[in-house]
């Protein structure tokens, strides 16, 4: 992970970076590209599909993320979104808001095609998921686009479900309702034990 950013106290202050560069971004990045344009390689073919190869070995049935599918009462997020995948083939544009739902699916929905997976990176807010479902859905109506999202998530902008009624677009929710903001939860857990609000 390359961090690029004008604020030296913001380096790795979210995800750790293995390159740390300290400076105004696009000054930094007209150099890199630059730089890469100067050395004039493209990707070796042999190393891609290995390193593709080596991926879909850690996948495997389950990936790195095997769950116990429980006794059937209730429906685990991650059968949710191993259903989705399998209804899709794998080929839907997937979006996601910010919270658990985020990493179920980025976990358990095996895309077919580059490109496929729309999120903020856990740098965005609740409610990027819908709004991003909709915007792509406009630019390949013909796709398959659908949005997984909380219910904390949803109530940011629910209200555009009219815009998706008054233009036609046709975007599946994927709603993962836990009961309780799950992220927000969970990290109050891990800080806080039993005090959390």
């Known amino acids: ?40 390689e493209t990707p070796n073919k042999e190393s891609v599909a290995s390193w593709w190869k080596q991926v879909d070995e850690w996948r495997g049935d389950r990936g ?3 769950y116990d599918k429980g ?13 989705l995948c399998e209804v899709t083939k794998g080929d839907a544009f997937i979006t ?43 630019s390949f109506p013909d796709d398959d686009v659908a949005c997984v999202t909380g219910e904390g998530s949803i109530q940011m902008n629910i209200q555009e479900l009219s815009t998706c009624l008054q233009y036609g677009l046709p975007v599946k929710i994927v709603l993962l309702n836990n009961g309780f903001l799950g992220m927000g939860r969970r990290w109050q857990d891990l800080s806080y034990g039993i005090r959390s609000s």
């Open 1 to 40: 992970i390359i961090h690029i950013d004008i604020d030296p106290a913001s380096i790795s202050k979210t995800i750790k970076a293995d390159v740390p560069i300290v400076g105004p971004v696009e000054s930094v990045l007209t150099e890199m590209v630059a730089i890469l344009k100067e050395i004039g």
């Open 71 to 83: 006794d059937g009462s209730l429906i685990k997020p991650q059968t949710v979104i191993e259903t």
């Open 64 to 66: 790195l993320f095997p």
């Open 96 to 138: 996601s808001d910010v919270g658990q739902h985020q990493m179920f699916a980025a976990q358990y929905y095996k895309f077919n095609k580059p490109n496929r997976w729309i999120n903020s990176g856990g740098l965005g807010t609740m409610g990027f998921g819908f709004p991003a479902a909709m915007g792509i859905k406009l």
